[in-house]
């Protein structure tokens, strides 16, 4: 087959795809293929808004840290100045990296190969014998590469590698209405404890996104061993669709959050009566974000296309110690077909108690991250699936994967009128309108369409289409 | 020299002899997932910790002072060793295949009842229907306590060699 057949028979396979998601189908074989891999780094990693890193990372100027998008390595780094840049670390002369660690502080990146240097805004500071050898060679269009975007919102800095497209607070839209929740809570918001956790795992991207995108339906099934243990209360990890909790699936403009809590109770996730009293803030929040705030147990969520949370109250490392809250933020970075890179980082308010901060990264290790209690039990089931979608059955068998629940034939799923929050609020956690949301935008993005083509389709329920 | 002017030589030998004996009866226990007799030699003030390893310009050794893998007393390893036994504990169903090899065993000080002692650690690791292995690498700073004929652990520092990890998670005791 010609290479132009090749990329019409892809073509149509997507159309296919995305026909089946309005049944609640999509193609195991999606989940491990190579010509899908390619195509996602150049439609959607290199179109997207991705995460890079918090600011309270690099808190000196001089601070920086190695980071990546797809395939490319940056130095996102604060300069003298205190500016946050994210620069590309390839020499201009001949291409080496001029970064050599993971962390650290400098004023200066100088490359190994010819001794060129540059100062930490990017800005070409040195060229060995320049008068002699380079002399009409312009100092100033031979920086390190800035990246063309890059932008923060509280703290969390996203960069995107497209010289056009939606900003990133148009991208967000009105998702920072809860994500406003987490950041602005405590006054003086949160910071990232420690460095990021970082671990590669024999798994397809696709299969982290789907879990953190309104997964509730796995947790205690996945997870059972921590329910058995009583390191997590029933209501955090006990089974879907039971118990007393209020519980909410949103869908606000191509992000999704999964939220339990309790009905007119003050649980703000756990934390402790000092930090509510001490530092939890009304200034940056609206009455009805306070309310979602006083009323919640716990939150999982993600922000297109790779970045995901969890806000968990009632938990523990021991079942003999008191419960609390932890804070954890990740990315995945697809690095093949069948495997990725987990980055987690652990977070906590920024003007806590130094104890209270630290318990708050105990809770995230025993619970999140390579060693986490909870996280130890996902990814060999994210592997699994990658591993059973390699082969030739999956696609000479059309094999469909089941994401109807919540589809007006399987349930009786309605929305919550009275919810004060935008998007779409799901007045039970039985659904699974936030994965085919998420695979509805990975569909346009690799269609070449604007990933906005797939919001505001409220495919959940079909009355309103 | 004589035997008997060696005495202190002869001393430290026979300190090292046990010890390395129950790092190896140790890592025996752990590689059969015998987890619950392997946690009967934690002291009940145990600090078990395996710190974030840092990857820096000049310095070969650098481990962050805030970030880690495990901080562990011993309510949280209980815990983490009970949760084992649960029949949905998926990352170890079925186990990992693992062999530690403790090697470069050497006594830092020690006294009638405590041994400092670090040592290096290789763990081979397979899992599931595959030929794939990885390995983890460790340099491990141990303080053992005298019980009864044994050792009991109260101090385990692990200093791994990876910065980026190459498994699915850490679902086994270093």
């Known amino acids: ?465 | 020299m004589k035997l008997s002017e060696r005495e202190d030589e002869i001393e430290e030998l026979l300190v090292e002899r046990e010890v390395r004996q129950f790092l190896n009866y140790e890592a025996e226990l752990l590689d059969s997932r015998k987890l619950h007799e392997w946690f009967d030699h934690i002291a009940d003030d145990i600090s078990y910790r395996m710190p974030r390893r840092l990857m820096r310009e000049n310095t070969a050794e650098s481990f962050s002072e805030k970030g880690y893998y495990f901080n562990e007393d011993y309510g949280s390893l209980e815990a983490r060793v009970k949760r084992f036994d649960s029949e949905y504990a998926w990352a170890e169903r079925p186990p990992t295949r693992t062999e530690r090899y403790v090697t470069n065993v050497v006594i830092q000080e020690y006294d009638e009842e405590t041994v400092k002692v670090t040592d290096n650690l290789l763990i081979y690791l397979s899992r599931g229907d595959s030929e794939e292995h990885t390995f983890y690498s460790a340099k491990r700073h141990d303080t053992l306590r005298r019980r009864d004929d044994s050792f009991e652990i109260v101090e385990r520092d692990i200093r791994l060699n990876q910065t980026v990890l190459s498994t699915d998670n850490v679902s086994i005791f270093l």
């Open chain 1, 1 to 465: 087959m010609a290479a132009d057949d090749n990329h019409s028979v892809l073509e149509q396979d997507l159309q296919d795809a995305r026909d089946a998601l309005d049944e609640g189908h999509f193609p195991l074989d999606f989940f491990n293929n190579d010509e899908l891999h390619e195509l996602e780094k150049e439609r959607i990693f290199a179109q997207s808004w991705v995460f890079i890193g918090h600011e309270s990372e690099i808190p000196e100027p001089g601070d920086y840290a190695r980071r990546y998008i797809g395939d490319d390595t940056f130095i996102f780094v604060r300069s003298e100045s205190g500016e946050i840049n994210l620069l590309f670390d390839s020499c201009r002369h001949r291409g080496a990296k001029v970064c050599r660690a993971e962390q650290g502080n400098t004023s200066h990146f100088r490359c190994p190969y010819h001794g060129w240097t540059y100062k930490n805004d990017g800005e070409a500071a040195g060229m060995p014998q320049k008068s002699k050898a380079f002399k009409e060679l312009d100092r100033e269009d031979h920086g390190l590469v800035h990246v063309p975007r890059l932008e923060t919102y509280e703290g969390l800095v996203f960069a995107s590698i497209a010289e056009e497209g939606p900003t990133l607070d148009e991208w967000l839209g009105d998702f920072k209405w809860y994500f406003d929740i987490h950041m602005k809570l405590p006054e003086g918001g949160m910071e990232v404890i420690g460095e990021p956790h970082r671990w590669v795992i024999d798994a397809n991207w696709k299969t982290i996104a789907d879990n953190f995108n309104g997964d509730s339906y796995h947790t205690a099934w996945a997870h059972g061993s921590v329910l058995d243990l009583e390191l997590g209360g029933e209501e955090t990890v006990g089974h879907a669709g039971t118990g007393d909790s209020m519980d909410r699936h949103i869908h606000c403009d191509g992000h999704t959050t999964s939220m339990r809590g309790f009905e007119g109770e003050d649980v703000f996730m756990t934390y402790p009566d000092e930090i509510v009293e001490d530092l939890f803030t009304k200034e940056g929040l609206s009455e009805e974000q306070w309310q979602v705030a006083r009323q919640a147990l716990s939150f999982t969520g993600g922000i297109f296309p790779n970045f995901g949370f969890l806000h968990f109250g009632d938990t523990t490392d021991d079942p003999n110690k008191d419960v609390a809250p932890f804070f954890t933020i990740r990315k995945w970075r697809p690095v093949g077909p069948n495997q990725m890179e987990l980055w987690s980082w652990g977070l906590a308010p920024k003007n806590a108690p130094q104890e209270f901060k630290d318990r708050m990264y105990k809770i995230y290790t025993s619970n999140f991250g390579p060693t986490g209690n909870f996280e130890q039990d996902d990814a060999p089931i994210w592997k699994g699936i990658t591993d059973m979608a390699k082969g030739q059955f999956p696609k000479s068998q059309n094999l469909q994967l089941n994401y109807q629940m919540g589809l007006d034939w399987m349930s009786d799923m309605s929305l919550d009128e009275e919810w004060d929050g935008p998007g779409f609020a799901y007045s039970e956690n039985l659904e699974e309108g936030g994965m085919r949301l998420f695979h509805e935008q990975w569909y346009e993005m690799l269609a070449g369409n604007a990933r906005e083509d797939a919001l505001g389709t409220s495919m959940n329920i079909r009355e309103e289409q």
